[in-house]
């Protein structure tokens, strides 16, 4: 720790309890920082890939999950370190804006520190690097942008979209069916998706999940699914053309919120209140019947009188419906959210064409399908699988297709994958840095051999020879000039990723390439590492 | 320096070759716990709970045995997971998905041990397992035109399911009274609708199907003991003060006559309810709340039969065989469904006395009441009969049925291997290794039964070299046998539900190169 001195050569202190802190200072600083960023990604790294392997995750509580997924491998582990738990906030971060490609940013950057390590050792300044890797992510950036191919796709060509959002799930243990998981997304998106303002809004997509089944039984409903049943056991299980009173108020005794006392000090008191009570419930129910609704929504619970008398009235009810499932329904059939009875008007019903409760296996599970709806614009993935884990896995890659789908009706171009977008930029990169002038040159050259590491990845995990696979690769892109060619990760024969249909989006690539430089640029940054050393 | 610690203190990291074999240690363990309890010949259980009373159950139930394991090992807890979803989802096979999964693993190791990457293996298991499920498909019986047969497959299925089972000795008779349950259902899985009575004493064979209904309750004092042509109205309401619900409502008075005033009324309001039930024209009235006594003495005076206190399930079988409805209000008597029955007459089993609804009208729901030595017994009995309503109930819906006793691992076994040969690559090893998975289901039912597993299994792959055969392994004569004549069936579902679940778990933990477990939560110890 240094100590500094003032001018009678008397030590003094500056930090607070200055000897119970750790403190690294540059080079020493830097190498611990990479050396924590590189770990991390050596962690990922061999989930890359449609050979990639998964990661079993145990939680405190001790649950399990399994998944391939980078954000959540990360998000899941108990890290420690800040520089690795910056990694973390990479990761989540590409899967909040983009939703794929959270494993190869982070493979992305923690090669690009690798390479700033040899660097350094060379003696340049970090902050020269940084700027390096800035000027060679710009290149690349522009190059992909070059490189990349738009496709036309419609309301019924959807070719184009199921195979993009398939080379996203072939990297998943849904790889099995990975065809009818990617239509269900392609279609789930479209049906929500607004084409006039290329804008998808991926709440309204509900994906649920039930174990027992196998995943081919997963499907897309043109509806919601309530994981609720019918209030009372004996109310109709099955409702044609039902009219949907969505209510936010509890069919219970009033409760006024302000604070206030109804003394009874008088039989004739006491009988007026239970006549009032009486009147109250009646009034409720006779309202949603006088405007004519069929089935009754509602967030809040019964009292059990109410409840009889809906039973009584004819009045199919569910109760304790949740916020986000109430909106979805009410987008799905048209209807408006109605917080008092009085409220109630007959423009305000949803309609759907069909409500039924469906029971599955031998326990009493139930769930309430609302189909045939007025706006079919919210739908539901449902998905069915042999466990628990396998469920949230499917969950979670349902969830990647659709993110991808989405991006496409965004920005419907694509670069080809299986690594050979990288080696392209790569051989870019590599071809701008003979032309920098100053030690930037170096940072630049190291980038692209950064960009390398992808591919290298995908073969290695694919049990090809990763260095003689991609050098043949990257010949044969620059001789036939043609950046199509990629790692042939599942065996088929030829390279070229055209043929073999592994897109990925444009702005995929280009925000993983963005994010890495960007948090390879503030890891090198920094110089000085303060903590405590026990806590 | 040293490469910084990543992970917070207690957490741990596994990787590659390690993690693989902590996954395969793991579910192999598993696998070698329940396997003894495969088949007509494997033996049961005892769990001691570490709770209080350390509570003992004896069972042969693979989804009872791991459910009350506590395992460490997140491999371990993926099969204990499959387990449970096959138990919710078919009832039955809980421990046959545990088996084919632990030996798939076990496999694998062995692969994985000659070099053959966990894809490859994925991949050639998920062929295997497509070609299985087609063999089944190709061998499947359904006899769903006609009814009869029908029947005596379903009578079959629960022997199969049965035998396993501490029931054993009875499951002629015990498969009968799960097939007649089942057939009242008419097509439904709510096993809601059947009840199960558990009264200790008497022996096994003494338990019985009740057509009519049985309630666990006591008829309230001085009512009626046997009513005929009895007309009930179910009901959940409040039977003992009828509170004013609106919010913030009180009582305050200021002198005891008052109190009194009120307290008059109170009963008043109670004796017009009870007025109102009564005008519906009931002779029976069952609640789900407690009925006080003030009511219940108002209902012995009109001479109607009132019982308190039935629970929720027991309010709805009610409702459901009488047709009535549960009724909460009683303004409305004209139109609330009532409920009717021949005979309500209390009768005794064992020494409890209980509350018995024959001559319904609508048969769906029915009580099956258990008869036997000691808890132990009929809580076991309860659950291998519960399998095998799940079982029977899975199969009214989907009626195909397939041979038991082996003899589906051999179809799938022959077809599987015959896959192999065809396959050209890596993965035929893949394929070969889930055939002999397949093959180690009969062996092991062979070995509990204490039999010459290598040579049974041999005799059988020979048998069934023939096109169309029905050979299977004869538990009880130790030989090979015609399981057609020998009766002996299992549901196409249940055993699909094996099939695809155990290869997903296992190509789930196949696909693991790395286990990261996060620091246990602390927990406070509370002293």
Redesign the interface.
């Known amino acids: 720790m240094a100590l500094a001195f003032d001018e009678y050569g008397r030590p003094f202190i500056i930090l607070k309890e200055q000897d119970q802190k750790t403190r690294l200072r540059g080079i020493e600083a830097q190498k611990a920082n990479i050396s924590a960023g590189k770990a991390v990604a050596r962690i990922l790294r061999t989930s890359l890939g449609p050979k990639g392997m998964d990661k079993m995750l145990q939680s405190p509580d001790g649950d399990v999950t399994i998944t391939n997924d980078g954000a959540t491998i990360l998000e899941q582990m108990d890290v420690d370190n800040q520089i690795a738990k910056l990694m973390v906030e990479l990761s989540r971060s590409q899967d909040y804006e983009i939703g794929d490609g959270t494993t190869g940013v982070v493979v992305m950057a923690g090669a690009l520190l690798e390479q700033a390590e040899h660097l350094l050792e060379r003696g340049i300044h970090p902050i020269r690097i940084a700027e390096g890797y800035e000027m060679a992510s710009r290149i690349a950036v522009e190059h992909l942008e070059h490189i990349a191919q738009k496709f036309d796709f419609g309301p019924t060509n959807i070719e184009p979209l199921v195979q993009t959002c398939m080379t996203t799930l072939s990297s998943k243990i849904v790889n099995r069916c990975k065809r009818p998981l990617a239509e269900i997304s392609v279609k789930a998106v479209l049906s929500v998706a607004d084409l006039e303002r290329k804008d998808v809004n991926l709440d309204l997509i509900k994906v649920e999940g039930k174990v027992g089944g196998k995943l081919e039984d997963t499907e897309l409903i043109y509806g919601i699914t309530v994981d609720k049943d019918m209030s009372h056991p004996q109310m109709p299980k099955q409702i044609q053309d039902a009219k949907i009173a969505i209510l936010t108020c509890p069919f219970e005794p009033p409760k006024p919120k302000t604070k206030h006392k109804v003394d009874i000090d008088t039989v004739e008191k006491f009988q007026t209140l239970r006549q009032q009570e009486q009147k109250y419930f009646d009034d409720m129910v006779q309202k949603c019947k006088d405007v004519g609704a069929t089935l009754v929504i509602c967030q809040w619970g019964f009292d059990d009188e109410a409840n009889h008398l809906l039973m009584h009235r004819n009045l199919p009810a569910v109760r304790w419906v949740g916020g986000v499932e109430l909106e979805l329904i009410a987008i799905a059939t048209g209807g408006r959210i109605v917080p008092r009875f009085q409220e109630l008007t007959p423009e305000k019903l949803g309609r759907a064409g069909l409500v039924r409760e469906k029971s599955f296996g031998t326990t009493k599970d139930k769930m309430l399908y609302i189909e045939h709806c007025a706006n079919s614009r919210a739908v539901t993935i449902f998905i069915r699988g042999g466990n628990k884990m396998m469920i949230e896995e499917t969950k979670r890659s349902i969830h990647d297709a659709l993110c991808v789908a989405r991006n496409l009706i965004r920005n419907n171009s694509i670069v080809y994958g299986g690594g050979s977008a990288e080696i392209s930029c790569s051989i870019a990169v590599e071809a701008a840095a003979d032309k920098h002038p100053g030690v930037e040159q170096y940072a630049i050259r190291a980038f692209a051999d950064a960009l390398d590491s992808v591919p290298m990845a995908l073969a290695e995990n694919s049990g090809l020879q990763p260095i003689e696979t991609l050098s043949a690769v990257k010949s044969q892109q620059i001789k036939e000039n043609n950046p199509h060619f990629g790692i042939d990760c599942n065996d088929v024969g030829t390279n070229d990723m055209r043929e073999q249909n592994v897109f990925e989006t444009l702005i995929g690539k280009q925000q993983q390439i963005l994010l890495a430089t960007q948090v390879v640029k503030m890891i090198l940054k920094i110089d000085d590492v303060i903590s405590p050393s026990d806590f | ?1 040293a ?7 207690d ?1 741990s ?1 596994e990787k590659g070759e390690r ?1 693989r074999m902590a ?1 395969f240690v793991g579910a192999i363990a598993i696998t070698d716990l329940v396997k003894t309890t495969l088949g007509p010949k494997g033996m049961d259980k005892i769990l001691q709970s570490t709770g209080r009373g350390h509570g003992v159950t004896v069972t042969n139930d693979g989804a009872t045995i791991l459910k009350s394991l506590h395992i ?1 090992n ?2 371990a ?2 099969l204990i ?2 387990s449970k ?1 096959q ?5 039955d096979g809980t421990t046959s998905v545990v088996v084919l999964a632990g030996e798939l693993l076990r496999e694998a190791e062995k692969l994985v041990a000659a070099k053959i ?3 490859t293996i994925i991949s050639g298991y ?1 062929m295997a397992a497509e070609c299985a499920r087609n063999a089944l498909l190709q061998r499947v019986v359904d006899n769903k035109e006609n009814a009869e047969k029908f029947k005596s497959d379903l009578m079959k299925i629960a022997m199969t399911t049965l035998s396993s089972k501490i029931l054993s000795q009875d499951k002629e008779h015990f498969a009968q009274l799960a097939v007649d349950a089942v057939m009242r259902l008419k097509g439904s ?4 609708a059947i009840q199960i009575i558990k009264k200790p004493g008497g022996s096994l064979m003494d338990s019985f199907l009740d057509e009519g209904f049985i309630l666990d309750k006591k008829i309230g004092l001085g009512q009626p003991k046997r009513i005929e042509n009895a007309k009930i109205l179910v009901a ?3 039977m003992d003060t009828d509170k ?11 002198s005891m006559s ?1 109190v009194a ?2 307290e ?3 009963k008043e ?1 109670m004796r017009e309810k009870v007025q109102k039930i009564i005008a519906h024209g009931i002779n029976c009235f069952v609640n789900r709340q407690l009925i006080y006594n003030f009511p219940e003495e108002l209902f012995a005076d009109a001479g109607v039969l009132a019982i308190e206190h039935a629970d929720f399930d027991g309010i ?1 079988r009610l ?1 459901l065989v009488t047709g009535g ?5 009683f ?2 008597p004209e ?2 469904k009532i409920g009717h029955c021949k005979l309500i007459e209390e009768i005794m089993i064992g020494e409890d006395k209980l509350i018995h609804f024959s001559g319904v009208e609508m048969g769906q729901a029915c009580t099956i009441v258990l008869r036997g030595a000691s808890h132990h017994v009929l809580d076991e009995a309860e659950r291998s009969l519960h399998d095998a309503l ?1 079982v029977l ?2 199969t009214v819906n989907d009626t195909r049925v397939l041979l038991g006793g082996g003899w589906p691992e051999m179809v799938m076994a022959k077809e599987v291997d015959e896959l192999a040969r065809k396959t050209p690559g890596k993965k035929s090893h893949a394929i070969e290794a889930f055939s002999r998975a397949l093959v180690a289901i009969p062996t092991i039912i062979a070995d509990n039964a204490g039999l010459d597993s290598a040579d049974l299994v041999a005799q059988l792959r020979a048998a069934h070299h023939k096109e169309g055969c029905n050979a299977g392994i004869d538990v009880i004569s130790g030989s090979v046998g015609d399981m057609a004549e020998l009766g002996i069936s299992e549901s196409f579902k249940v055993k699909q539900a094996v099939l ?2 155990a290869t ?2 296992a ?3 196949l ?11 602390q927990r406070e110890d509370r002293m």
């Open positions: 320096m490469i910084e610690k990543i992970l917070k203190d957490a990291e993690a996954s460490d997140p491999a807890k993926v997971d499959i979803v138990d919710d989802e078919v009832g990457h966990p894809m998920r899985t709510n096993l809601e959940n309401t409040a004013v619900k609106i919010y913030g409502a009180r009582v305050r008075v200021d008052k005033e009120i008059g009324a109170e309001k709805e409702a409805e549960i009724a909460s209000t303004d409305n139109s609330v799940c109930s899975q695809l679940s997903e778990a190509e789930m933990i696909r693991v190169d790395e286990i990261i477990t996060c620091a246990p939560r």
